[in-house]
C-alpha cells in the first residue's frame, strides 16, 4: 500500500521540541522531494520546510528559521521535522507530501500525502 504516515505531534509547552516524523511505504522516498505543509483554524496551509530529492537543497519559510530542521533517513524511509523552541503561533496541523520537485515552499506536484498530524503549542 502507498502511503504517507505522519506521526509525532502533541502538546508541548512553549520553548519546548517535538520531531515529527513521515514515513513512506509503497515507494522510496529518496527519490522524491519532500515537503511539510501546516494548516492552522482559518487559516491558508503554509509551507514550512521542503527537502529535494537529489541536490541537499531545502526551504525554510521565514517563520521558522532557525528553529525548525528538516532530514532524511534513507535507510527508515522517512523524513523529520525537528521542530524547537516551539511557539503558540506553531500551533496547526502538519503533514507532508511527496513530489517530483518543491519550489518555495511549495511542491507544484503532490504525487503522495499524508493525513497530517497536530500540534499544540500551549501552557
Known amino acids: 500500500q502507498v502511503q504517507l504516515v505522519e506521526s509525532g505531534g502533541g502538546l508541548v509547552q512553549p520553548g519546548g521540541s517535538l520531531r515529527l516524523s513521515c514515513a513512506a511505504s509503497g515507494f522510496t522516498l529518496d527519490y522524491y522531494a519532500i515537503g511539510w505543509f501546516r494548516q492552522a483554524p482559518g487559516k491558508e496551509r503554509e509551507g514550512v520546510s521542503c527537502s529535494s530529492s537529489s541536490d541537499g537543497n531545502t526551504y525554510y519559510a521565514d517563520s521558522v528559521k532557525g528553529r525548525f530542521t528538516i532530514s532524511r533517513d534513507n535507510a527508515k524511509n522517512t523524513v523529520y521535522l525537528q521542530m524547537n523552541s516551539l511557539k503558540p503561533e506553531d500551533t496547526a496541523v502538519y503533514s507532508c507530501?511527496?513530489?517530483?520537485?518543491?519550489?518555495?515552499?511549495?511542491?507544484?506536484?503532490?504525487?503522495?500525502w499524508g493525513q497530517g498530524t497536530q500540534v499544540t503549542v500551549s501552557s
Open positions: 507530501a511527496a513530489g517530483p520537485s518543491f519550489r518555495g515552499g511549495i511542491l507544484p506536484r503532490e504525487i503522495y
